[in-house]
């Protein structure tokens, strides 16, 4: 399978696919495959196999093939509803857990007072991830996808996560009231021009729902507005806001929170060092 998928994902990332796959089917990592006698598929796991590899020749990203995505240590149901959970987000949930536990100056697992909203929820992985971590804080997710709220509650479900869902379009001012009164807000919006799209990997583009990932060349900060709207108006007060962001958009993003009144704005850097997190407090 590594030679088939090279020519798609180069070497390093389809022999890392061709070990997920065999780890999925087999149930046995590398090294317990490496180290035990070869044994001959049994004919069930060999039809996976070909279909598998059917999907990835295809383009289909290998956590849609499998339904598998793990984020901040947890295993995820993904399909073509959701967007696959990024390495990049783990870092904007550890920054809010670092920000809310110092806040209460509690020691995990224990949370402080206030409630967590979480916008464009997807696979729920944010808030799920967070929940499992501050156990004691109350977290609401919203999304306008009934598919997505189907496989973020699916995923709540299966790890013993409490989290209250909300199937509004947060664009639509008119939804806010329905909200809870929050004092810690997150979200991943979709932030990437439309125009970008041509430049981006197939397997991405064509497999990832759209809504989740574009927004308006004219209007590439329509979230992160409605975002700082809604913050201004209806966050409580000593609450914080952390947003994922577009690389080259952490200055405009900043600019928006400052002018609705967010105070001790920062921008911070991923792994990678790209700019591609803000927290903001109001």
């Known amino acids: 399978m590594t030679t088939d998928l090279t020519p798609l994902y180069g070497g390093r990332e389809a022999a890392l696919i061709a070990d997920w796959v065999m780890e999925h089917l087999t149930g046995h990592k590398k090294l317990d495959r490496l180290t ?29 093939v499998l339904h598998e995505s793990w984020f901040d240590g947890l295993r995820f149901y993904v399909d073509e509803n959701v967007l696959i959970p990024r390495p990049e987000t783990e870092e904007l949930v550890q920054w809010a857990v670092e920000t809310i536990t110092s806040t209460g100056a509690l020691p995990l697992p224990h949370a402080p007072s206030g409630t967590l909203l979480d916008i464009g929820t997807g696979s729920g992985c944010i808030p799920i991830a967070l929940a499992r971590r501050l156990p004691t804080l109350p977290i609401h997710a919203c999304d306008v996808s009934t598919g997505a709220l189907h496989i973020a509650s699916r995923n709540a479900d299966n790890l013993g996560a409490h989290i209250t869902f909300h199937h509004l379009d947060f664009l639509d001012r008119q939804t806010w009231v329905t909200l809870p009164g929050v004092q ?99």
């Open 36 to 64: 035990k006698s070869p044994e001959p598929l049994p004919d069930p796991i060999l039809r996976k196999y070909d279909i598998y590899r059917s999907e990835l020749l295809a383009h289909r990203p290998v956590q849609y």
């Open 184 to 282: 810690w807000l997150i979200s991943n919006p979709p932030y990437i021009p439309l125009s970008e799209r041509s430049t981006m990997a197939p397997h991405v583009v064509d497999a990832e729902p759209a809504l989740a990932l574009f927004v308006p060349d004219a209007d590439p900060l329509i979230f992160y507005q409605a975002i700082a709207e809604y913050s201004s108006g209806y966050l409580q007060p000593g609450g914080a806001v952390f947003v994922e962001i577009h690389e080259g958009m952490a200055g405009p993003v900043a600019e928006i929170f400052r002018t609705h009144d967010a105070s001790d704005v920062e921008i911070r850097k991923d792994l990678s060092g790209k700019d591609r997190m803000i927290k903001g407090k109001w």
